[in-house]
């Protein structure tokens, strides 16, 4: 597709539930980034690939946040046992490169979890 | 670490007035900034930004940024804003990590503009 897509884009669940968040960045994009966006907050980073690998997890709130990214395109974001915290817009970014001068990031329209 | 503050969390304006919205980063060695905007109910979307050469950027919306080295500010400008320019407006600066160059973001600044 010309932008990046993700699904669904609502995503209401209990409690205790796992959820996974898909996003499909743009084409030849070799670098992805998750955010979270919290209501009344800025974006709060999560993870970001390069490839299929994740050189940078820092921003994982828990164990049971955890991301793949499988041939170098499609990212799932699964969250086990969530809980109401968790609730947030998911944001899924992607750029052509990592180095600065590739760094524009082109953002999904996020997924909005909420866990009831 | 770097690091991205934007002191006004909202900024109402009234129509056709100018607005400022500031953005100040942590010093780096090499300084990469970039404006984001997110417009009501849509994704992120990159409004300028600022890698080297003229420290003055400009958006084909009317926006405008300047980078200031010695007062380490990238504010955001607008001589005179339309009521579609209500929106979120994210300063972001890049992070250079031992593997990657990093973009991190400011907290963000709530523009609404005023009939």
């Known amino acids: 597709g010309a932008g990046v897509s993700q699904s669904p884009s609502n995503k209401v669940t209990e409690k205790g539930k796992d959820v996974e968040l898909r996003c499909d960045p743009i084409?030849?994009?070799?670098?992805l980034y998750w955010y979270r966006q919290s209501l009344g907050q800025g974006l709060e980073f999560l993870i970001y690939f390069q490839g299929n690998s994740a050189p940078d997890k820092s921003g994982l709130p828990s164990d049971r946040f955890s991301a793949e990214r499988t041939g170098g395109s499609v990212s799932t974001l699964t969250i086990q046992r969530t809980q109401q915290e968790d609730s947030a817009v998911y944001l899924c970014a992607s750029s052509l490169g990592a180095g600065a001068w590739d760094l524009e990031q082109y953002f999904g329209p996020g997924t909005r979890l909420t866990v009831t | 670490a770097q690091s991205v503050t934007q002191l006004d969390s909202q900024v109402p304006v009234f129509e056709e007035a100018p607005v400022e919205l500031r953005c100040n980063y942590s010093?780096?060695?090499?300084?990469?900034l970039f404006w984001y905007v997110q417009y009501p109910n849509q994704g992120l979307q990159l409004l300028l930004k600022?890698?080297?050469?003229?420290?003055l950027v400009e958006s084909i919306n009317g926006f405008e940024a300047e980078f200031n080295k010695s007062q380490t500010s990238f504010h955001l400008r607008k001589p005179s804003v339309h009521i579609s320019d209500t929106a979120e407006y994210f300063c972001a600066v890049i992070q250079e990590t031992t593997s990657y160059d990093k973009v991190i973001f400011g907290p963000g600044t709530s523009l609404s503009v005023i009939p």
């Open positions: 010093s780096s060695v090499s300084v990469y």
């Open positions: 600022y890698l080297s050469g003229s420290t």
């Open positions: 084409s030849g994009h070799t670098a």
